[in-house]
């Protein structure tokens, strides 16, 4: 943040679903919160469990049957095999990549397309005891080149070596987790990816893509010098926000509704285009408001 700072950036504290009492820093968060100090949605599965919702798990949705333009139920595999569940409204809620199956199986043909996936590197750099061990993931986000070129800043370094292997390759190998920090570079990506009926996916990285992950970079470079490191590296692409593969004004109306009456989606494949930014919030609200519509 001081580094930031001194270079004419701004670095804020994230709004964080983190409950303070319960953190023990352990830096970990991406890979879920065994002291529970983190908030997921599981709460709010919890709570529809109570209130008489059945949950069937080991389950999986093919498609939604329908018949003469409405919804009838959904076609299941589980451990009994394959089954039907009658029901009048159907909300799917796989995900950017999970739901344009279900779609595509279920005779919407023009779901699948638009996929974006918020694109993003992590900038590393060594140094010479500094380290975010005991940091929650994305603490301080930076803002300032959000408008204008479409990525946003975030103190992030993947501390399990397995991950910093995958996205390293052999200098994941070299590093020391107590002796680097890092920086995510997050972008709102082109939506020119896809989503196949099988399940396969096609998205490459475009050269705008490329131009914005680069200066995004440059300026994490620049800060991380600043903050101590001696030498800085750079992962390969990846992503974390999968969406669009159902859009508003394309596959589904203002409603969240499909060409198929009283068939539903509420997941980042409705967001019309990529946000580079954590959509959850976002997906919430939209859930809430589809709960209210349907009450």
Known sequence: MHASKELGYTMELMPKFIKQKGCRKCGQCVLGCSNNAKWTAVEYLKEAEANGAQIMYSTRCLAVMEENGRVKGIKIIGPQGT???????????????????????????????GLFIDF????????????????????????D??????????????????????????????????????IMT?????????????????KSVTKKDREKLDEGSR??????????????????????????????????????????????????SVLPKAPGLPPILTIVALAKRLAKLLA
């Open 219 to 268: 300026i994490a470079t620049e800060i991380l010098i600043k903050a101590g490191a001696k030498k800085v590296f750079i992962s390969r692409v990846q992503g974390g926000h999968p969406g669009g593969t159902a859009a508003l004004g394309k596959v589904v109306d203002s409603n969240l509704q499909t060409e198929i009456n009283n068939l539903f989606v509420c997941d980042a």
């Open 120 to 143: 993003l590197v992590n900038t590393y750099g060594t140094t010479d005891g500094l380290n975010q061990v005991h940091e929650p993931t994305m603490a301080l986000v930076n803002h």
């Open 145 to 182: 080149f959000y408008q204008s070129h479409g990525f946003i800043l975030s103190p992030f370094v993947n501390h399990p070596k397995i991950l910093r292997i995958l996205e390293l390759g052999v200098r994941g190998l070299e590093t020391q987790d107590k002796k680097i920090i890092g």
């Open 83 to 113: 089954a039907s569940v009658q029901a009048g409204v159907v909300i799917l809620a796989a995900g950017g990549l999970g739901s344009p199956v279900i779609l595509q199986n279920s005779g919407i043909k023009n779901a699948g397309t």
């Open 186 to 202: 997050k972008i709102c990506d082109e939506p020119i990816g896809r989503v196949y009926r099988d399940g396969t996916v096609s």
